[in-house]
């Protein structure tokens, strides 16, 4: 059995922030994979389904970023659900808008939900999907840039993202993280003239 975690901040004011691209990512697999509407507890919205042979939690955290590790924690301490086969979907500054980048592991970044996660968990080998949210204008501070909503020109190339995203954690579930790696962590053919 697979936990796969999507990190955003509960409430209809926050939806459409850059900051709630897990939450989105996770919502279309869940789509995707014609999960068991989902139900509220452990502080979570939590709901059952199936990816390819595997069995999966799905699991949106209800508290807010910063305590997002209580419900993650409880959901794997319940089903038994080892660290290695925990997927971590989140926003990343530190990766361009749009980039994909799987791994195994790796610090937080300054990221509270990936924080709150390593503390509660007690480790940082869990599967990791970043998706770049790109760094914030000169004028910005960090943290208005991430509560911001994705713009206009990103919302136009977002839907396929997203899409992309989904696939990736849907892969890692599947074919596990070595192959989902091998698939998704590369660069953009526009950027380099072919995949690398």
Same mark, same amino acid.
């Not at 936990?3 to 901040?9: D, E, F, K, T």
């Not at 999960?35 to 209800?62: D, H, N, W, Y």
């Not at 696939?167 to 590369?186: D, E, H, S």
């Given at each position: 059995?697979?936990?796969?975690?999507?990190?955003?901040? !509960?409430?209809?004011?926050?939806?459409?922030?850059?900051?709630?691209?897990?939450?989105?990512?996770?919502?279309?697999?869940?789509?995707?994979?014609?999960?068991?509407? !989902?139900?509220?507890?452990?502080?979570?919205?939590?709901?059952?389904?199936?990816?390819?042979?595997?069995?999966?939690?799905?699991?949106?955290?209800?508290?807010?970023?910063?305590?997002?590790?209580?419900?993650?924690?409880?959901?794997?301490?319940?089903?038994?659900?080892? !660290?290695?086969?925990?997927?971590?979907?989140?926003?990343?500054?530190?990766?361009?808008?749009?980039?994909?980048?799987?791994?195994?592991?790796?610090?937080?970044?300054?990221?509270?939900?990936?924080?709150?996660?390593?503390?509660?968990?007690?480790?940082?080998?869990?599967?990791?999907?970043?998706?770049?949210?790109?760094?914030?204008?000169?004028?910005?501070?960090?943290?208005?840039?991430?509560?911001?909503?994705?713009?206009?020109?990103?919302?136009?190339?977002?839907?396929?993202?997203?899409?992309?995203?989904?696939?990736?954690?849907?892969?890692?579930?599947?074919?596990?993280?070595?192959?989902?790696?091998?698939?998704?962590?590369?660069?953009?053919?526009?950027?380099?003239?072919?995949?690398?």
């Amino acid at each position: 059995m697979w936990l796969v975690v999507g990190l955003g901040n !509960p409430g209809r004011q926050y939806a459409g922030n850059r900051h709630n691209a897990g939450f989105i990512i996770v919502d279309e697999l869940m789509r995707r994979s014609d999960a068991a509407t !989902p139900r509220q507890r452990m502080g979570a919205e939590l709901a059952e389904a199936s990816l390819g042979k595997a069995k999966v939690i799905f699991c949106k955290p209800m508290d807010f970023m910063n305590t997002s590790g209580f419900a993650v924690s409880r959901a794997s301490a319940f089903w038994k659900i080892p !660290p290695e086969q925990t997927v971590v979907v989140h926003d990343d500054m530190d990766l361009e808008f749009g980039r994909l980048r799987l791994a195994l592991g790796g610090g937080t970044g300054g990221h509270n939900g990936l924080r709150s996660i390593v503390a509660e968990m007690g480790t940082e080998s869990f599967c990791r999907v970043r998706f770049g949210i790109g760094r914030p204008p000169p004028a910005w501070e960090g943290a208005d840039y991430v509560l911001a909503d994705f713009s206009t020109e990103e919302r136009r190339t977002l839907p396929d993202l997203i899409e992309e995203a989904a696939g990736a954690a849907g892969t890692i579930v599947k074919n596990g993280l070595v192959a989902a790696m091998n698939k998704f962590n590369r660069r953009k053919k526009s950027e380099t003239g072919g995949a690398d």
